[in-house]
């Protein structure tokens, strides 16, 4: 079992950025794929990015290719996502998850262990 709680999410301006944390109970959170997905309002839920185990791997979706970046920090057990260029289509609740094996996947299915997650709102 792994807890996840997300910070960082907040009110800014089109063209701004932000910095999504991710912070995980697990001491093995090392060995988990990590991910953010994303959910507006009416909407379905949909996949942002997700990274290997070791960083080494990434993948994120056509909509936020070149303005965000996943990273994490081991050490800290902690997930971060990079936003820049925000817009406003990218306003919805932003959410970490985790699954405990090596796959980047990016269906919401596909992922056993979620946060709460934080609003992140663009305005235009």
């Known amino acids: 079992q792994v807890q996840l709680v997300e910070s960082g999410g907040g009110l800014v301006q089109a063209g701004g950025s932000l910095r999504l944390s991710c912070a995980a109970s697990?001491?093995?959170?090392?060995?988990?794929?990590m991910a953010w997905f994303r959910q507006a309002p009416g909407k379905e839920r949909e996949f942002v990015a997700a990274?290997?185990?070791?960083?080494?791997?990434?993948t994120y979706a056509d909509s936020v290719k070149g303005r965000f970046t996943i990273s994490r920090d081991n050490a800290k057990n902690t997930v971060y996502l990079q936003m820049n260029s925000l817009k406003p289509e990218d306003t919805a609740v932003y959410y970490c998850?985790?699954?405990?094996?090596?796959?980047?996947?990016?269906?919401?299915?596909?992922?056993?262990?979620w946060g709460q997650g934080t609003q992140v709102t663009v305005s235009s």
């Open positions: 998850a985790a699954r405990a094996d090596s796959k980047l996947l990016v269906r919401p299915n596909q992922y056993a262990y």
């Open positions: 697990r001491r093995t959170f090392s060995v988990y794929t």
């Open positions: 990274i290997s185990w070791s960083g080494g791997t990434t």
